[in-house]
C-alpha cells in the first residue's frame, strides 16, 4: 500500500512538472529571456562551449556533462549583474557529416539541417539558455565566406603554402590525415583502421613560424596544467647543439655530411651507434647491397606508424643495420649506423647520435642488439658497470680533454670546440610541423585559390568570396587523392582573375578546424557583412571568459585556433593574444556498463528518454550531481531517484510555508533554530557562488539539500514559517536554485506570489552572504545513533570536543538508545554533525 502511494506521489508530481515545463517555455520564449545585451556599465562574461559537430545520432546525456554547466554558470553570471553572451553554432564541415550523409544516401546539405534541427530540438529539452539570435552553422556560405577570407590573409602573409611529400592517408576517410589526426598508427576517426602514407601535393598553414608565441603566451591564460604541457611537449622546443659527423657508404666509397641535433653533447664520447629516420633520402644511399632486402622491409612497415607511436617510450625499439659507418668528429672513431623508426624525420636532422649509457631509449636498444655501452658521465667521476642508464648531470669520464668537467659545464666547452672548427653549432628544435590543412573530400570549405599555367597559383579576388561549394550528385571520395570537386567540370574550369586567361580551380577542401579556428569571433555578430566579424563587439566581447569542451582537441582545434589570434593579432585585426582566457574541461559521462556511451555497445542514453521520464531539472541536477566535473563518471538511473526526492521536498514544504510578506507575524529570534538556519543559509550562499565558480556543482547541490533539511526542522516549529528569516531563506534558495532548476523555481516563485512583485525568478539579484553571520556563538548539532537522529543539543562554539561528548552521553534522550550498547565509534563532524555508532550486547 505506501508502495502504491509512493507511486502515485511521484506520478503525480511528474504530470505537475511536465506541465509547467510547456508553460515556462512558451513564457520565456516570448520574454526573449535569454536575449543578449551590451551594457557598457556592466563587467562582460562570455562563455561558451566547444564547436560541437551535429551528428546523426543526436546527442546523449553524455553531452549534457558539457552542456548544462556552461548553461548554470551563464545563468548565475546573468543574476550577478553582468552582460551575458551565451551563444551555440554547428561545426557542420567534415567527414563525419559527409560519411553519414554517403551512408544515409542524401545529400549532406540536407542531412546537415536534419541534425541541426535534431540537436535544437534535444537542448530544449534540458532549457539550454542559448540565445539562438546568435546562431552559426559552418556550412552556411556566409559564414565560409569568411573562412576563405582567412586563408588569403595567411596566404598573403605567407603562412599558407602548398608542397608534396609522404602524407598519412585514411582508406576509410580517403583522405590525408594531419600528424594531430594520428593515434597509435589509426586514424582519430575509424579506430579500427590503419592508416597508411600516400604522396600528394598539400596545403600548409606555417603554425610553425608561431611556436615560441604559442609557448610563451601559456603563461597569459587560465588552463588546466595538463592541457598546456600537452601543447608544449607537441611544440617540443630544445636547446642544444647540431654536431657534424661524416659517414661513407664502404662499397660505394661515398661520404656524406652527416649532422646530428643533440640536448647532450656532454655524451658525444659515449656514441656507439648512429640511427637515421626511415624516411631520411640518405637510407638509399647508405645501405649496402647485403643489408638492402632488410632495411626496404623495415622502411615500408615503419610507414604504418604514427609519430606518437613511433616516440613512445613503452613500445620495444626495433631497427636495422645500415651496412655503412660515421666518423665522431671529437673521436675519429667509426661508429655503425641503424636506420630506426624512433627517430623522426622532421625532428632535428632526422639523424641522432646514441649514447646507451646515458639514454634509456638507447640502452634498451643496445641491449636487445649487443652494441657497446660506454660510460662517459659519472656521478662520481668513477668508471662503473650500469645495469641502466645513468642520465643525471655528473663529472666526464673517458672523453679526453673534458675529463673531470661537469657534464652541463662540459656542454657549452664542446659546443665552442665543434664551432671553432665549423663542426657544430648551438640549435634551436621544435617538434612542431606545419599545419596540413587540405582535404581530398567533398564536404567542406573550397580552397580559393586558382592555378594558371602563365601566372601560377594565384588567390581569388577577395570580392569574389565565397567560392561556392557546388552542389554535387556524386560526392562520394575518389580514393586517389583527388577531391570530388574535380569531378564537377562547370567548378573546376575558370578564367585566371591575373591574366584572364584559362585556369582551374583548387579542387581540395579545407579541414573542419579551419572552420572552427574563428568561430567565437563571428557570435557577436552572425550578420555582420562588411568582415568576419564586427570589430565594436569584439573589442566588446572578446577574448571568451570560459570555455568548456573536451581535453582530446589539445593539440588540434585549442592549439589552432590560439595560433589564427596570433595571426590577427599580428595583422591588427585584434587586440587580444589568446582567444580563451579560461578553460575547463568535462570528465566523460560513461554508460551504465562503465564504457564510453556508443551505439555498438547498446548503452548509449539519450535526453529524449530521461527528460520525459523523470523531467529537464531532475536530469539537470542529476547530471550536475554525479561528481567532480573533471572525473569521469557512470551513468547511474536508479540514483535520479535521489534528486526527485529532494525536489519534491522541495516543492512541498515551499508551498506549505510560501513565507509571503504579511504573514510575517511571528519572532522567533530566540529560538535555538533561528541561529542555526541563519548560519545555514549564509553558508549555503557563500558556498554554493563559490562551488560554482570552481566547477564544484555537486558539492553545491549537497549544501543546497543540507539547506533544505535545516528548513525542514525549522518548519515543525509552529509559527517559524511565518517570520522574516524563513521568508528570506525561501526566496534565496529559490534564486539559488534557479540556475540549476529552472522550471521548478519560476513557478514556486509566481505560485508564492513572487512573480508579481518581483518578476521572474531568473532576473533576481545573486545573493550575497553576510559574514557576521557566520560567526557562531553557539552551534546547533543533529546527534546521530546508529544512522537515526535521536537529539540535536546547542552548545558553545569554542566548546572541547571531550566536553561536547560529555554533554551528548549525559543527553536522557541519547542515553536511552544507549542502553545494553556498547559504543564502537564517536564521531564529530566539526559545527556539523554527530554521529555514534552503537553495538548492541
Known amino acids: 500500500m505506501v508502495h502504491d502511494r509512493n507511486a502515485e506521489k511521484k506520478e503525480r508530481y511528474q504530470d505537475i512538472f511536465r506541465d509547467i515545463t510547456e508553460k515556462w517555455q512558451a513564457r520565456w520564449q516570448?520574454?526573449?529571456?535569454?536575449?543578449?545585451?551590451?551594457?557598457?556599465?556592466?563587467?562582460?562574461?562570455?562563455?561558451?562551449?566547444?564547436f560541437p559537430y551535429p551528428s546523426g545520432a543526436g546527442l546523449s546525456v553524455g553531452h549534457l556533462r558539457n552542456y548544462v554547466p556552461s548553461d548554470v554558470v551563464?545563468?548565475?553570471?546573468?543574476?550577478?549583474?553582468?552582460?551575458?553572451?551565451?551563444?551555440?553554432?554547428?561545426?557542420?564541415?567534415?567527414?563525419?557529416?559527409?560519411?553519414?550523409?554517403?551512408?544515409?544516401?542524401?545529400?549532406?546539405?540536407?542531412?546537415?539541417?536534419?541534425?541541426?534541427?535534431?540537436?535544437?530540438?534535444?537542448?530544449?529539452?534540458?532549457?539550454?539558455?542559448?540565445?539562438?539570435?546568435?546562431?552559426?552553422?559552418?556550412?552556411?556560405p556566409a559564414y565560409y565566406r569568411w573562412t576563405q577570407w582567412f586563408f588569403l590573409l595567411l596566404y598573403n602573409r605567407g603562412l599558407a603554402y602548398q608542397a608534396e611529400g609522404a602524407q598519412w592517408w585514411c582508406p576509410e576517410c580517403k583522405s590525408v590525415l594531419a600528424n594531430e589526426q594520428v593515434e597509435n598508427g589509426r586514424c582519430w576517426r575509424h579506430p579500427d583502421v590503419i592508416v597508411t602514407k600516400k604522396t600528394?601535393?598539400?596545403?600548409?598553414?606555417?603554425?610553425?613560424?608561431?611556436?615560441?608565441?604559442?609557448?610563451?603566451?601559456?603563461?597569459?591564460?587560465?588552463?588546466?596544467?595538463h592541457i598546456k604541457k600537452m601543447q608544449e611537449n607537441w611544440i617540443g622546443k630544445s636547446y642544444g647543439c647540431e654536431a657534424l659527423f661524416r659517414a661513407a657508404n664502404p662499397e660505394t666509397g661515398k661520404e656524406y655530411d652527416f649532422p646530428i641535433f643533440t640536448t647532450r653533447i656532454d655524451t658525444v664520447f659515449g656514441v656507439t651507434y648512429m640511427v637515421i629516420a626511415p624516411e631520411h633520402p640518405l637510407v638509399g644511399e647508405l645501405t649496402t647491397e647485403g643489408q638492402r632486402q632488410q632495411v626496404r622491409h623495415y622502411v615500408?612497415?615503419?610507414?604504418?606508424?604514427?609519430?606518437?607511436?613511433?616516440?613512445?617510450?613503452?613500445?620495444?625499439?626495433?631497427?636495422?643495420?645500415?651496412?655503412?659507418?660515421?666518423?665522431?668528429?671529437?673521436?675519429?672513431?667509426?661508429?655503425?649506423?641503424?636506420?630506426?623508426?624512433?627517430?623522426?624525420?622532421?625532428?632535428?636532422?632526422?639523424?641522432?647520435?646514441?649514447?646507451?649509457?646515458?639514454?634509456?631509449?638507447?640502452?634498451?636498444?643496445?641491449r636487445k642488439y649487443e652494441l657497446p655501452v660506454r660510460v662517459v658521465i659519472s656521478s662520481d667521476g668513477q668508471v662503473n658497470e650500469l645495469d641502466q642508464a645513468y642520465t643525471e648531470p655528473g663529472i666526464m669520464v673517458n672523453s679526453g680533454m673534458f675529463d673531470g668537467l661537469s657534464s652541463p659545464e662540459?656542454?657549452?666547452?664542446?659546443?665552442?670546440?665543434?664551432?671553432?672548427?665549423?663542426?657544430?653549432?648551438?640549435?634551436?628544435?621544435?617538434?612542431?610541423r606545419d599545419w596540413l590543412i587540405s582535404r581530398q573530400r567533398y564536404w567542406g570549405a573550397p580552397v580559393p585559390i586558382i592555378h594558371c599555367e602563365r601566372c601560377g597559383t594565384v588567390p581569388v579576388p577577395e570580392h569574389e568570396l565565397p567560392v561556392l561549394l557546388p552542389d554535387l550528385d556524386n560526392f562520394s571520395p575518389t580514393g586517389?587523392?583527388?577531391?570530388?570537386?574535380?569531378?564537377?567540370?562547370?567548378?573546376?574550369?575558370?578564367?585566371?582573375?591575373?591574366?584572364?586567361?584559362?585556369?582551374?580551380?583548387?579542387?581540395?577542401?579545407?579541414?573542419?578546424?579551419?572552420?572552427?579556428?574563428?568561430?567565437?569571433?563571428?557570435?557577436?555578430?552572425?550578420?555582420?557583412?562588411?568582415?568576419?566579424?564586427?570589430?565594436?563587439?569584439?573589442?566588446?566581447?572578446?577574448p571568451v571568459d570560459l570555455y568548456i569542451g573536451g581535453a582530446e582537441h589539445a593539440v588540434m582545434h585549442l592549439l589552432y585556433a590560439r595560433f589564427w589570434v596570433k595571426v590577427m593579432f599580428d595583422a591588427g585585426l585584434v587586440q587580444f593574444k589568446e582567444p580563451f582566457a579560461k578553460l575547463r574541461n568535462q570528465g566523460m559521462l560513461l554508460g551504465e556498463d562503465g564504457f564510453k556511451m556508443s551505439k555498438s555497445r547498446g548503452n548509449v542514453v539519450t535526453p529524449d528518454v530521461v527528460v520525459d521520464k523523470y523531467g529537464p531539472d531532475s536530469v539537470r541536477l542529476y547530471v550536475l550531481f554525479l561528481g567532480s566535473?573533471?572525473?569521469?563518471?557512470?551513468?547511474?538511473?536508479?540514483?535520479?531517484?535521489?534528486?526527485?526526492?529532494?525536489?519534491?521536498?522541495?516543492?512541498?514544504?515551499?508551498?506549505?510555508?510560501?513565507?509571503?510578506?504579511?504573514?510575517?507575524?511571528?519572532?522567533?529570534?530566540?529560538?535555538?533554530?533561528?541561529?542555526?538556519?541563519?548560519?545555514?543559509?549564509?553558508?549555503?550562499?557563500?558556498?554554493?557562488?563559490?562551488?560554482?565558480?570552481?566547477?564544484?556543482?555537486?558539492?553545491?547541490?549537497?549544501?543546497?539539500?543540507?539547506?533544505?533539511?535545516?528548513?525542514?526542522?525549522?518548519?515543525?516549529?509552529?509559527?517559524?514559517?511565518?517570520?522574516p528569516l524563513w521568508s528570506h531563506t525561501l526566496e534565496t534558495m529559490l534564486v539559488l536554485l534557479a540556475p540549476m532548476a529552472p522550471f521548478i523555481c519560476e513557478e514556486?516563485?509566481?505560485?508564492?506570489?513572487?512573480?508579481?512583485?518581483?518578476?521572474?525568478?531568473?532576473?533576481?539579484?545573486?545573493?550575497?552572504?553576510?559574514?557576521?553571520?557566520?560567526?557562531?556563538?553557539?552551534?546547533?548539532?543533529?546527534?546521530?545513533?546508529?544512522?537515526?537522529?535521536?537529539?540535536?543539543?546547542?552548545v558553545p562554539a569554542d566548546i572541547s570536543e571531550e566536553k561536547l561528548k560529555e554533554l551528548v552521553l549525559a543527553s536522557e534522550r541519547i542515553q536511552k538508545h544507549l542502553d545494553n550498547g556498547e559504543i564502537v565509534k564517536f564521531i564529530v563532524v566539526p559545527r556539523r554533525l554527530i554521529s555514534i555508532a552503537v553495538k548492541m550486547r
Open 748 to 794: 514556486l516563485w509566481e505560485r508564492t506570489g513572487r512573480s508579481a512583485r518581483l518578476g521572474s525568478v531568473h532576473k533576481q539579484k545573486w545573493p550575497v552572504h553576510d559574514a557576521a553571520a557566520l560567526v557562531r556563538e553557539t552551534v546547533l548539532y543533529p546527534v546521530q545513533v546508529n544512522g537515526k537522529i535521536r537529539d540535536r543539543i546547542t
Open 200 to 225: 600528394l601535393k598539400q596545403w600548409f598553414f606555417k603554425i610553425t613560424e608561431y611556436s615560441d608565441a604559442l609557448l610563451d603566451d601559456l603563461q597569459l591564460i587560465d588552463w588546466p596544467d
Open 629 to 723: 566535473f573533471e572525473q569521469d563518471v557512470a551513468w547511474d538511473e536508479k540514483a535520479i531517484s535521489g534528486i526527485q526526492r529532494f525536489l519534491n521536498r522541495f516543492w512541498e514544504i515551499v508551498l506549505e510555508f510560501p513565507g509571503c510578506p504579511g504573514s510575517e507575524q511571528q519572532d522567533m529570534t530566540e529560538h535555538e533554530l533561528f541561529g542555526t538556519l541563519n548560519y545555514e543559509l549564509n553558508y549555503t550562499i557563500k558556498k554554493v557562488t563559490d562551488d560554482f565558480e570552481a566547477f564544484a556543482f555537486n558539492t553545491a547541490i549537497a549544501q543546497l539539500m543540507t539547506l533544505l533539511n535545516t528548513m525542514s526542522q525549522a518548519s515543525t516549529v509552529p509559527g517559524f514559517g511565518n517570520t
Open 410 to 432: 662540459a656542454i657549452g666547452k664542446i659546443t665552442d670546440w665543434l664551432a671553432e672548427r665549423h663542426l657544430g653549432r648551438r640549435q634551436v628544435n621544435y617538434k612542431i
Open 74 to 140: 551563464s545563468r548565475v553570471k546573468k543574476m550577478q549583474g553582468y552582460s551575458v553572451l551565451h551563444p551555440m553554432g554547428w561545426d557542420a564541415f567534415g567527414f563525419p557529416a559527409e560519411n553519414y550523409a554517403i551512408q544515409q544516401g542524401v545529400h549532406p546539405a540536407k542531412t546537415t539541417r536534419r541534425n541541426i534541427d535534431n540537436y535544437k530540438r534535444q537542448m530544449s529539452l534540458v532549457e539550454l539558455s542559448y540565445d539562438w539570435d546568435k546562431e552559426i552553422s559552418s556550412v552556411d
Open 30 to 50: 516570448a520574454a526573449q529571456l535569454y536575449k543578449t545585451v551590451v551594457d557598457d556599465t556592466r563587467p562582460k562574461f562570455y562563455c561558451l562551449d566547444f
Open 480 to 542: 586517389t587523392g583527388e577531391s570530388p570537386l574535380g569531378r564537377c567540370r562547370d567548378f573546376v574550369q575558370t578564367t585566371c582573375p591575373s591574366c584572364g586567361g584559362p585556369a582551374r580551380r583548387e579542387t581540395d577542401t579545407m579541414d573542419g578546424f579551419a572552420c572552427s579556428s574563428w568561430y567565437f569571433l563571428r557570435f557577436p555578430d552572425p550578420s555582420y557583412t562588411l568582415g568576419p566579424f564586427n570589430p565594436g563587439l569584439i573589442k566588446y566581447w572578446l
Open 300 to 366: 615500408e612497415s615503419s610507414k604504418s606508424k604514427s609519430e606518437i607511436d613511433r616516440l613512445s617510450l613503452e613500445k620495444e625499439k626495433t631497427g636495422v643495420f645500415t651496412g655503412s659507418y660515421a666518423i665522431n668528429p671529437l673521436t675519429n672513431e667509426q661508429i655503425p649506423i641503424w636506420i630506426a623508426d624512433y627517430v623522426l624525420v622532421g625532428y632535428g636532422t632526422g639523424i641522432v647520435m646514441a649514447v646507451p649509457a646515458h639514454d634509456t631509449r638507447d640502452y634498451a636498444f643496445a
